[in-house]
């Protein structure tokens, strides 16, 4: 079975604080993604990268990075929280055929004070 | 730009009973694909089904089917015999099948809530 971890469940920071969100796939996919779950709005693409190294940005990615050194890692960071950044992140990955689905973690439940 | 639209913010259903969920969606691409993701409580999003444009046969997986009408860029969940483990948010997604890069991203609708009774 696929498996994509997120390092946290829930995650409590302070405005201003910079925070790193994990995630980790075992299936050598090379594409993946980050998503914010926001109630009434859906999901809503921040970044996503196609390769090592290489990244794409997406709808949202004002006040977001990212990072992937290691094609099974990708890093979503917050350089200085703040309240509104407070939602549900969902990090997926996919093969590169563009007929793959795509396999989510379990989502980081994020709150910002 | 592509978008997807669930008209429906909650549903509900009796167990046995069959239920419909609406997504629409808009498009200038011919060529695409077509998904329906579940994310029960447990909030793990698992794929429920999938189309893709340039089949014109619905997809089906069990108890759950698609009605895609290509035209009318439609493309409803029916699910048949309902159970309570169905209770979850469901999600229209879309991807454009063309550009590598552009086209992997996934856009969602909003999403359904979906209640079963016993």
């Known amino acids: 079975d696929v498996k994509v971890t997120q390092s946290s469940r829930y995650l409590v920071k302070r405005t201003g604080e910079k925070v790193f969100l994990e995630c980790v796939q075992d299936?050598?996919?090379?594409?993946m993604f980050w998503y914010r779950q926001d109630p009434g709005l859906g999901l809503r693409l921040i970044y996503f990268s196609y390769d090592v190294k290489m990244k794409e940005k997406g709808d949202i990615p004002e006040g977001y990075s990212v990072s992937r050194e290691k094609k099974e890692r990708f890093s979503l960071i917050l350089e200085s929280a703040s309240t509104n950044q407070t939602s549900m992140y969902l990090c997926a990955s996919s093969p590169g055929d563009i007929k793959a689905i795509q396999y989510f973690g379990a989502g980081t439940r994020l709150s910002v004070l | 730009a592509q978008t997807v639209t669930q008209s429906q913010p909650e549903m509900s259903v009796q167990e046995a009973e069959t239920v419909t969920l609406s997504c629409t969606y808009d498009t200038s691409e011919s060529d695409y694909y077509l998904f329906w993701y579940k994310q029960p409580p447990s909030r793990q999003m698992i794929l429920v089904i999938r189309q893709e444009a340039y089949k014109q046969q619905n997809a089906t997986e069990n108890r759950f089917s698609v009605n895609f009408q290509k035209a009318a860029k439609s493309f409803s969940l029916k699910i048949s015999d309902s159970q309570l483990g169905d209770a979850a948010m469901y999600f229209c997604a879309y991807r454009s099948a063309g550009g590598y890069q552009a086209g992997t991203a996934l856009i969602f609708g909003k999403g359904t809530t979906l209640s079963v009774s016993s």
């Open positions: 299936m050598d996919h090379e594409n």
